[in-house]
């Protein structure tokens, strides 16, 4: 094993378990706070779909045939730069996502105490409504040009297209997703509520994929290996181009809003450990 594939490997790892680590926050923080206060239900809802259909296509990526060899007749004979810790990520982040939803969705259960931003926007409603859309209509492309008889995956509308097509869902999302959660916290001049780990974490994971994936496609000594995949690449790209605002709208824009009540860390560290370190001080 030569390092850059070492480093490869390690990196896909790392990045698994920051991006992974990133979704727990938020969720002991409600659960700390009893509350969803100062978040908005887009997020978690959007991010669902999002992470359904970045493992779908992670999944038909790395193990379908004819999706692999639709990708090597369209890519020079390269094989797609999925590896296992990507499935093993989308999976993970499904869940999580699912739960961290039910907060908003089912308070009542969880016990929380009645708070705004619990109903989807109009705007997120239509954007998960018209992913939906590109793909069936995707899939009918593709229906319609198989009954025509045989086609070349290299230049001709293929199952793989269906599976981009699920992909950019992933993308689109991604593009999108934060922003209800940037005009939140640019509305109440504050980041109460949102959780800055799950950004740091975020942050971290993001340049780590980037990472992996570049040194995969310089491996194969063919940079359509991010070209190819522009969904991992866009999905540590961006994220990291939002985790910057957040980091701006935490430590510049409303430095200290965040702390005028009960701060963050204390709701993460729970009451026994709150009270050790008062007595320490």
Not at 189 to 206: C, N
């Amino acid at each position: 094993m030569s390092l850059l594939t070492f480093l490869s490997g390690l990196f896909g790892w790392i990045y698994t378990f920051c991006w992974s680590a990133s979704f727990y926050p938020q969720l002991i923080l409600n659960l700390r706070r009893k509350s969803t206060s100062g978040t908005t239900v887009d997020f978690p809802f959007i991010n669902v779909l999002g992470f359904v259909a970045y493992f779908v296509s992670n999944v038909a990526f790395y193990y379908s045939p004819v999706i692999r060899s639709q990708y090597a007749a369209r890519h020079n004979d390269l094989t797609p730069t999925v590896q296992f810790n990507d499935i093993t990520f989308a999976l993970h982040a499904s869940v999580i996502s699912a739960i961290t939803l039910s907060q908003y969705l089912l308070r009542t259960l969880w016990g929380f105490t009645p708070s705004t931003g619990t109903r989807p926007s109009r705007f997120i409603v239509g954007v998960a409504l018209g992913c939906l859309f590109g793909v069936v209509a995707t899939y009918l492309i593709v229906a319609s040009e198989a009954a025509k008889g045989p086609i070349d995956p290299a230049t001709d509308w293929c199952e793989l297209d269906i599976i981009y097509a699920v992909g950019y869902v992933k993308l689109l999302i991604t593009l999108i997703k934060f922003t209800p959660q940037v005009l939140a916290n640019y509305s109440n001049q504050s980041t109460k509520g949102w959780s800055i780990w799950q950004i740091t974490l975020d942050f971290a994971g993001g340049g780590l994929s980037t990472g992996q994936q570049c040194i995969d496609s310089y491996l194969q000594r063919d940079w359509s290996g991010i070209t190819g995949n522009p969904v991992k690449f866009a999905l540590g790209n961006v994220s990291m181009v939002y985790d910057c605002i957040f980091f701006a709208q935490h430590y510049i824009f409303y430095r200290g809003s965040h702390s005028k009540d009960r701060s963050e860390e204390d709701a993460l560290l729970g009451d026994e450990e709150q009270q050790r370190r008062r007595r320490l001080d």
